[in-house]
């Protein structure tokens, strides 16, 4: 009995997250893909998932700041609320 254990579409639904991760045991990553290949339902499913994050990755890419422009920002102001130091600009309540 060291057959791979078939996975049922719901199991399959509750490891997505962690499957799109990479998160998974190989054990369970092959149950999953193996299944993936028989049921075109969750076939579906996973390349939504999959679609969704990619997107989101490269959205949280392009929105990523670059360490030398944060530390320009932080510089102006910082030199900013130097020279006015009441606070008045930033309305601290
Ligand atoms: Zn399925």
Redesign the pocket.
Known sequence: MDQVDPVS?AE?IRSLPSFLDSEVEATESAALSA?LER?A??LTIYRFERAVLDNLQAKLRTASVPPDLERRVLELIGSQTGHRNDGQAFSSE
């Open positions: 579409c399959l299944h049921c339902h969750c």
